[in-house]
């Protein structure tokens, strides 16, 4: 079946710093990559997502990039802040109606 | 519009009794879902359903049941509930293929 993996696992950086968060894959039929995030005790929500078409997205301080010739793609968060504080999931897909989430990453953001 | 909603938030089950959880979502979507979601483990599928009167079976679905009658309401059901049960439940729904999912506010069960 597929395989997703997420790294690292743990992330603790410093207010206003970067954070890169990747996520690798097996499917090469995949064509859809979310990022998901989760605060404690809440739901998952979308942040950010790309399609197979396209290299790179840019929402305000998060992108994804995405390399599908190395089936990975990567979640960037500039100047963090303390409410970047969550754990963070890939979730990529190939359309057969069956996601499989990443473990997940926990961001730590420093103040 | 209420997104996707879930009953009951919370439940205590001891080994052996059953229960449904319910699923309701005001979008009009064609699919939802069914997740567990472990400490350590992410969420993992249980079943899915493409539209009103379809199911099916996704990464973990022994021990579960599911009916989508209706197309806003997805139930998943325990029949003889376990300890290995214990996990916080999420639903969630989406539109067309792939797509972002919308996700339940969780039912945190715990099978005693």
């Known amino acids: 079946g597929e395989n997703v993996e997420q790294h690292p696992s743990t992330l603790s950086v410093q207010e206003g710093d970067s954070a890169v968060i990747k996520c690798t894959y097996s499917d090469s039929a995949s064509n859809y990559f979310p990022w998901y995030k989760q605060e404690l005790g809440k739901r998952p929500q979308l942040i950010i997502d790309i399609r197979s078409n396209v290299g790179e997205k840019k929402d305000q301080r998060i992108a994804v990039t995405l390399n599908k010739t190395a089936k990975h793609f990567s979640l960037h968060i500039t100047e963090t802040q303390p409410e970047d504080s969550a754990v963070y999931f890939c979730a990529p897909t190939s359309g057969t109606y069956k996601y499989i989430f990443g473990t997940g990453t926990r961001l730590k953001v420093l103040a | 519009n209420a997104g996707v909603t879930q009953t009951p938030k919370f439940r205590v089950l001891k080994t052996g009794q059953s229960m449904t959880l319910l699923c309701a979502q005001d979008m009009n979507h064609e699919y939802m879902y069914w997740y567990r979601q472990d400490p350590g483990m992410g969420l993992r599928l249980i079943h899915y359903?493409?539209?009103?009167?379809?199911?099916a079976k996704g990464e973990v679905p022994d021990g579960y049941n599911v009916s989508r009658l209706k197309k806003q309401n997805f139930l998943l059901g325990l029949e003889s509930a376990a300890p290995s049960q214990t996990s916080v439940y999420f639903c969630?729904?989406?539109?067309?293929?792939?797509?972002?999912?919308?996700f339940g506010p969780g039912t945190r069960l715990t099978v005693l």
């Open positions: 969630a729904s989406s539109w067309g293929q792939p797509n972002e999912q919308f």
């Open positions: 359903s493409v539209g009103e009167g379809t199911t």
